[in-house]
């Protein structure tokens, strides 16, 4: 297999934690401060266009952070597990701390994407070019709310996940 022997990258944050773990964990701590920098944009300075230029550029970079992070994932022959071992919230083969806090970040992790894609796409095919409010803001502003909280959850359960299984000692 070509990529038998990939044990993956470690981390740079002097922790348990991959290389991609580490990515990750920083990049949450950029990304919710330009989120919020965007709806301020768009709630209170009505700058639609750098809003939606903000929010797409956001969007990329996370998909492109996520595809890496599961590629680094999948083909490390080093699992999460085995960098999570001396952890007092790891056993292996029972449901622990750092595995439910896994689970709960995923109940969040799994649906935020999907419901930030579904809140981008339908932006994109009803508001006017260049946007302006129309008749479809309303409804925008209650998904972008969803997708924003569901990105924050899954930045703070991430954070936890993280710090229970890399981290603690």
């Not at 009505?46 to 939606?52: A, F, G, I, Q, T």
């Not at 996520?66 to 056993?91: G, I, Q």
């Amino acid at each position: 297999m070509l990529f038998a022997d990939y044990a993956g990258w470690n981390g740079f944050l002097g922790t348990r934690g991959s290389f991609m773990l580490d990515l990750l964990f920083l990049a949450m701590f950029a990304v919710l401060p330009v989120m919020g920098w965007s709806i301020y944009l768009v709630k209170y300075r009505k700058n639609y266009s750098l809003h939606k230029r903000v929010q797409l550029t956001l969007a990329v970079i996370l998909l492109l952070s996520v595809l890496l992070f599961e590629v680094d994932m999948r083909l490390s022959s080093t699992k999460w597990t085995e960098r999570a071992e001396p952890s007092p919230y790891f056993t292996p083969d029972v449901w622990c701390g750092a595995k439910y806090a896994l689970m709960i970040h995923l109940l969040f992790a799994i649906p935020t994407p999907l419901l930030w894609i579904y809140t981008i796409v339908k932006a994109l095919r009803n508001f006017p070019s260049p946007p302006v409010p129309s008749d479809y803001s309303g409804q925008h502003i209650k998904t972008a709310r969803l997708a924003a909280m569901g990105m924050v959850l899954t930045a703070v359960t991430g954070w936890c996940f993280y710090w229970m299984a890399f981290v603690a000692t």
